[in-house]
């Protein structure tokens, strides 16, 4: 797995640069307008879809066609997705807290909301990747979309009921990241299961 990893990178960091540019230009406008710890919120997600343009070049430049005639397994091959984004979101997360850190400092903002955006961080794109990841592993890259387009909203309604049902406390913010870490392993496992038994890789 750690070769599928490695090419994934490839791919992605020229997207990387790219997506620094737009992180900082739409994080510097809602850290002033709103909180500076949605810096965290944002660069976290941003990170982790990142991985949807691996699967979308995997799936348009014929490598799929290539990567059959190799050891490496259906399995193998699934797992290294969902790992590689976990790893972007993580670096994702670490790096919008060292900016949120920063922009509290500059802003004079308190740090009373830094465990809720830490929170609402998580649960947020491990929510989204659970539904994003398998509909662009079942689904055209036309129809995949709808996924992305879906997943947002949906995970920003379950983090909301959740609050509204229990409370908005740390125990909720805590539970709510669980929560969102097991539908991820639910997804991965689903997909897995899925995908092993189709006769293509993709649609």
């Given at each position: 797995?750690?070769?599928?990893?490695?090419?994934?990178?490839?791919?992605?960091?020229?997207?990387?640069?790219?997506?620094?540019?737009?992180?900082?230009?739409?994080?510097?406008?809602?850290?002033?307008?709103?909180?500076?710890?949605?810096?965290?919120?944002?660069?976290?997600?941003?990170?982790?879809?990142?991985?949807?343009?691996?699967?979308?070049?995997?799936?348009?430049?014929?490598?799929?066609?290539?990567?059959?005639?190799?050891?490496?397994?259906?399995?193998?091959?699934?797992?290294s997705k969902y790992t590689m984004y976990?790893?972007?979101?993580?670096?994702?997360?670490?790096?919008?807290?060292?900016?949120?850190?920063?922009?509290?400092?500059?802003?004079?903002?308190?740090?009373?909301?830094?465990?809720?955006?830490?929170?609402?961080?998580?649960?947020?794109?491990?929510?989204?990747?659970?539904?994003?990841?398998?509909?662009?592993?079942?689904?055209?890259e036309s129809k995949s979309m709808v996924?992305?387009?879906?997943?947002?909203?949906?995970?920003?309604?379950?983090?909301?009921?959740?609050?509204?049902?229990?409370?908005?406390?740390?125990?909720?913010?805590?539970?709510?990241?669980?929560?969102?870490?097991?539908?991820?392993?639910?997804?991965?496992?689903?997909?897995?299961?899925?995908?092993?038994?189709?006769?293509?890789?993709?649609?």
């Amino acid at each position: 797995m750690k070769g599928l990893l490695l090419k994934d990178y490839y791919i992605i960091r020229s997207l990387l640069a790219i997506m620094f540019v737009v992180y900082l230009v739409i994080g510097a406008s809602l850290s002033y307008l709103v909180n500076p710890w949605v810096l965290t919120v944002l660069a976290t997600v941003m990170s982790g879809m990142i991985t949807t343009s691996t699967i979308t070049v995997d799936k348009t430049s014929g490598w799929l066609q290539t990567v059959v005639t190799t050891p490496v397994t259906r399995k193998t091959f699934i797992d290294s997705k969902y790992t590689m984004y976990l790893l972007l979101s993580l670096a994702g997360l670490v790096f919008g807290i060292l900016l949120g850190l920063l922009a509290s400092a500059i802003l004079g903002a308190d740090r009373e909301m830094f465990g809720l955006f830490i929170c609402i961080s998580i649960t947020m794109t491990l929510l989204s990747g659970s539904v994003i990841l398998p509909f662009y592993f079942l689904l055209d890259e036309s129809k995949s979309m709808v996924g992305t387009i879906l997943a947002y909203p949906l995970s920003a309604g379950i983090f909301i009921v959740i609050v509204l049902l229990l409370g908005n406390g740390t125990g909720t913010y805590i539970l709510s990241s669980i929560l969102g870490a097991c539908i991820f392993a639910v997804s991965w496992s689903v997909s897995k299961k899925i995908l092993i038994k189709r006769d293509t890789l993709f649609e």
